[in-house]
T-cell receptor, first 111, second 113 residues
Framework: DAEITQSPRHKITETGRQVTLACHQT?????MFWYRQDLGHGLRLIHY???????NKGEVSDGYSVSRSNTEDLPLTLESAASSQTSVYFC??????????FGEGSRLTVL | GENVEQHPSTLSVQEGDSAVIKCTYS??????FPWYKQELGKGPQLIID?????GEKKDQRIAVTLNKTAKHFSLHITETQPEDSAVYFC????????????FGQGTRLTINP
């Protein structure tokens, strides 16, 4: 079955370190999204991509970057982790006309 | 840009009773309004959606209503069961698919036995 997977599921890091969260989907979807989930804020869009080599900033993009070198993957990089980036991160994907599918989430703690 | 407000943030109902969650949106151009259910430790999953050319949509015990004039839409769950306990998110976008979704803050629904 097609799916979307995130790794790692849990990570603890220190302030200032670079962190990369992986997202891999096997649906061959054009569109991929990264959201962060925080209590009281719901799901907020960090970055998104509509295809290979395409990336766009979302609502809360400061301190994050993404790259899209193939259809299946959209890794999210925190260049210099900050305590404010402690959160649960969700990757999602869809086709141009289809339902948005989410991964299981990656819980990141920045100490 | 679009802004979606969701209420209440928490909701507790007795098993068998109905639950209603309400959302308002700001961009009158939005045309697609999905609802997602998130169980503990999982990613959100689509449970029902509605487009602006429809006022109401039902799927078994769940229904969504849309008032485009007032820019609000609601999720109705009837005959609630323990497995309905979860966090529910509303969202809005210009169209289904490519356009990015803007989510509400979420509602934690607890069904009491």
């Amino acid at each position: 079955d097609a799916e979307i997977t995130q790794s790692p599921r849990h990570k603890i890091t220190e302030t200032g370190r670079q962190v990369t969260l992986a997202c891999h989907q096997t649906w061959n979807h054009n569109n991929m999204f990264w959201y962060r989930q925080d209590l009281g804020h719901g799901l907020r869009l960090i970055h998104y991509s509509y295809g290979v080599q395409d990336t766009n900033k979302g609502e809360v993009s400061d301190g994050y970057s993404v790259s899209r070198s193939n259809t299946e993957d959209l890794p999210l990089t925190l260049e210099s982790a900050a305590s404010s980036q402690t959160s649960v991160y969700f990757c999602a994907s869809n086709s141009n006309t289809g339902e948005l599918f989410f991964g299981e989430g990656s819980r990141l703690t920045v100490l | 840009g679009e802004n979606v407000e969701q209420h209440p943030s928490t909701l507790s109902v007795q098993e068998g009773d109905s639950a209603v969650i309400k959302c308002t949106y700001s961009d009158s151009a939005s045309n697609y309004f999905p609802w997602y259910k998130q169980e503990l430790g999982k990613g959100p999953q689509l449970i029902i959606d509605i487009r602006s050319n429809v006022g109401e949509k039902k799927d078994q015990r769940i229904a969504v209503t849309l008032n485009k004039t007032a820019k609000h839409f609601s999720l109705h769950i009837t005959e609630t069961q323990p497995e309905d306990s979860a966090v529910y998110f509303c969202a809005a976008s210009l169209t289904q698919g490519a356009q990015k979704l803007v989510f509400g803050q979420g509602t934690r629904l607890t069904i009491n036995p």
